[in-house]
């Protein structure tokens, strides 16, 4: 098949739509991807066989446009006649839409040209992009009275071929809400390629610095819903009784600066590292090195439906985790003995309690972190996780 991905975000890096593709390409299939360009990235290119366009319109300026969405329809203007000449150009069999803003335009292209459409859900959007700062951030949040996304999604998910939830949960809900069919929809957890999150491929060039603290981890994209704000306060107490103990944030985000800022407020700047963007390999390199990986996710309408990748990847490394009590990160560390769970929100004096317990157990700090391995080694892995994605396409 030749399949047509689109993405309204730059590429790379963005690590689950590389493993899909990279899967159905391994499968035998044409993959081509048309995303946003960061202003510094070739208009085409080929990256790991991946065949990737990307659109003249930046990746800020788009994000502005799906902000009034629902005020003025130039971002699916924009995108219908972008996608429609880029299906012509690569004669596209299914379009393949990562997350729901291009899932309109896309479905008018696939009207238009009689193909087929899946929309692959990586969170609850419609109840999530209300919680980001594109709808919470000065007067951006009055935006939020023209918005209408749950009609957006539903309109969108019903005339799909096939959705893709990231969960057991959003499945369900996806089905119960907008009645859709149970064969329409499948599960693909974004779990970790375990080719990538293998200890025998780490960078040894970072060891000796990262053996030098006690590094507990949190990685991902830097937000103010990733709760990492918790846990700043909490460090001069950590270091009272844990002298080399370090929070290392891997990634990025506009959220950066206010972490800097809340980590010189509190006078320990020199206990927290912020390593900027890393490709996925150098991110399990840090993990590796880490002794306990973090993920303080606030709470709001739709969390109770996915789980992270990240604490896959913290698994996959060997480590323990220290989580937020939302449903699926309590089942899976419950199911696996491999953490604990904190209300971070309310109760974020929890974390210094269990990181120093960890500190001071080494034995049940490896036990955990070999109970999360397991699970990851035996299921919770791309591998495995990935095949209802290779059986859809092999049956077109």
């Not at 990307?54 to 800020?60: D, G, N, V």
């Not at 709808?135 to 951006?140: A, D, F, S």
């Not at 998910?157 to 929809?185: A, F, H």
Request: hydrophobic residues 35%; aromatic residues 12%.
């Amino acid at each position: 098949m030749r399949i047509g991905m689109l993405l309204d975000n730059v590429f790379p890096p963005d690590d689950r739509v590389a493993k899909e593709a990279i899967t159905l390409i391994n499968n035998g299939h044409e993959v081509f991807l048309l995303c946003y360009n960061n202003g510094f990235q070739k208009s085409e290119e080929k990256w790991k066989e991946i065949q990737i366009q990307r659109t003249k319109l930046s990746f800020k300026v788009g994000k502005k446009l799906l902000g009034l969405i629902f005020i003025l329809p130039l971002f699916k203007i924009f995108w219908y006649y972008e996608i429609k000449k880029f299906a012509k150009k690569n004669q596209i069999e299914v379009l393949h839409v990562h997350d729901l803003p291009l899932c309109n335009p896309a479905l008018l292209v696939k009207s238009k040209l009689k193909i087929k459409l899946v929309c692959d859900m990586h969170e609850d959007f419609a109840d999530w992009i209300l919680n980001t700062p594109l709808y919470t951030q000065g007067l951006k949040k009055y935006l939020k009275y023209f918005q209408n996304w749950k009609k957006y999604e539903k309109d969108c998910l019903s005339n799909c071929d096939l959705v893709v939830g990231v969960s057991e949960p959003l499945v369900n809900k996806m089905i119960t809400d907008y009645n859709l069919n149970k064969n329409q929809v499948i599960n693909i957890p974004n779990t970790p390629d375990l080719s990538t999150f293998d200890q025998s491929k780490i960078d040894l060039s970072i060891k000796t610095e990262m053996d030098s603290y006690y590094n507990v981890i949190y990685s991902g994209m830097i937000d103010e819903l990733r709760g990492i704000q918790y846990i700043i306060p909490l460090i001069d107490n950590i270091i009272q009784q844990i002298p080399n103990f370090r929070l290392l944030i891997v990634g990025s985000g506009k959220y950066e600066n206010e972490l800097k800022e809340l980590s010189k407020e509190y006078k320990v700047d020199n206990y927290v590292y912020f390593t900027g963007f890393q490709p996925i390999d150098k991110v399990a390199s840090y993990i590796a090195y880490s002794k306990i990986g973090i993920y303080p996710q606030k709470k709001y309408k739709g969390i109770d439906e996915t789980i992270p990748t990240k604490l896959f990847q913290y698994c996959a490394m060997g480590i323990p985790v220290i989580s937020s009590d939302h449903l699926l990160p309590r089942e899976f560390i419950n199911q696996n003995n491999c953490g604990f769970l904190i209300n971070f929100e309310n109760s974020s004096e929890q974390f210094i309690e269990k990181v120093v317990y960890l500190h001071s157990n080494e034995l049940k700090r490896q036990q955990m972190g070999l109970n999360g391995k397991q699970a990851v080694t035996n299921y919770y892995n791309w591998n495995s996780t990935v095949k209802p994605l290779i059986n859809y396409y092999s049956s077109l």
